[in-house]
């Protein structure tokens, strides 16, 4: 069986981080390894606390792990330190691990802050440029680059920019732009805009499955378009089936 890896917030709905990713696995039939980097007091309707696990723990969990079984593709969620961004980015260089998506978490759907302070300039520095795929959301999109994201152009432009930063392949997802949902994927060779329906409503956890469903891919050993595209689709169907435990947001059906 193939094997993944996720490095991510722990989310006591299930809804996102850490549970989310490694049920996105399950579906596509990758056993999922996980690896916590932060734990979270949250609901359906919002994050109230967030906090770093320790770097040896986190330092043990990476290395011990890793001795032992080595993940066809591996993804980054919430790193909420920056000594969690050197660790992992550490380990990919000591383990020549491959296939990383990088979900560059910043802000929450419920608009948290998600990271330390000088955290994304780590993520930046140090995992775009050994990243199979980056996930961006629009506003993570304008953080990094600097500038705004309001349109498709704005979006073409902020790939080229994060281009430029090492990833191999950039996906900035769309789908808080008005009255439109579309991801643009970009490798330096050309565009491409995978638009699908607008679902109305809002959910938790979005941008995890889908950087989970592309690694699920990648680890299966379909390339990166192939990925986001099936990836897309997979998204579209666990929204469309979202049920709502709590009093917030729903919560996919995986």
Same mark, same amino acid.
């Given at each position: 069986m193939k094997i993944a890896l996720t490095i991510a917030g722990s989310d006591p709905t299930g809804g996102a981080g850490l549970q989310a990713d490694l049920r996105v696995f *399950?579906?596509?039939?990758?056993?999922?390894?996980?690896?916590?980097? !932060?734990?979270? !007091?949250?609901?359906?309707?919002?994050?109230?606390?967030?906090? /770093?696990?320790?770097?040896?723990?986190?330092?043990?969990?990476?290395?011990?792990?890793?001795?032992?079984? *080595?993940?066809?593709?591996?993804?980054? /969620?919430?790193?909420?330190?920056?000594? !969690?961004?050197?660790?992992?980015?550490?380990?990919? *260089?000591?383990?020549?691990? /491959?296939?990383?998506?990088?979900?560059?978490?910043?802000?929450? %759907? %419920? /608009?948290?802050?998600?990271?330390?302070?000088?955290?994304?300039? !780590?993520?930046?520095?140090?995992?775009?440029?050994?990243?199979?795929?980056?996930?961006?959301n629009i506003y993570e999109a304008a953080i990094f680059t600097g500038m705004r994201v309001e349109s498709g152009e704005d979006m073409e432009k902020a790939a080229e920019l994060l281009k430029e930063m090492g990833p191999e392949v950039i996906v900035i997802t769309g789908g808080h732009l008005e009255g439109l949902t579309m991801d643009l994927y970009y490798d330096g060779g050309g565009f491409h805009k995978l638009e699908s329906d607008k679902i109305e409503g809002e959910y938790h956890g979005t941008g995890c499955a889908f950087s989970a469903a592309i690694t699920a891919m990648l680890c299966l050993g379909h390339i990166p378009l192939e990925a986001v595209r099936r990836a897309k689709d997979y998204i579209q169907n666990a929204i469309r089936r979202a049920y709502y435990p709590g009093r917030g947001m729903g919560l996919l059906n995986l």
């Open positions: *399950k579906a596509f039939g990758v056993h999922g390894l996980g690896i916590p980097s !932060a734990l979270t !007091a949250q609901n359906t309707k919002g994050i109230d606390y967030i906090a /770093g696990v320790d770097s040896v723990l986190l330092r043990r969990q990476l290395e011990f792990l890793l001795e032992d079984i *080595k993940p066809g593709a591996l993804k980054t /969620g919430m790193l909420y330190t920056t000594y !969690a961004v050197d660790l992992v980015a550490d380990a990919i *260089k000591n383990y020549s691990l /491959g296939n990383l998506v990088v979900d560059p978490v910043a802000v929450s %759907s %419920s /608009g948290a802050l998600l990271v330390e302070e000088g955290t994304l300039d !780590a993520i930046r520095n140090k995992l775009f440029p050994v990243s199979k795929v980056i996930t961006p």
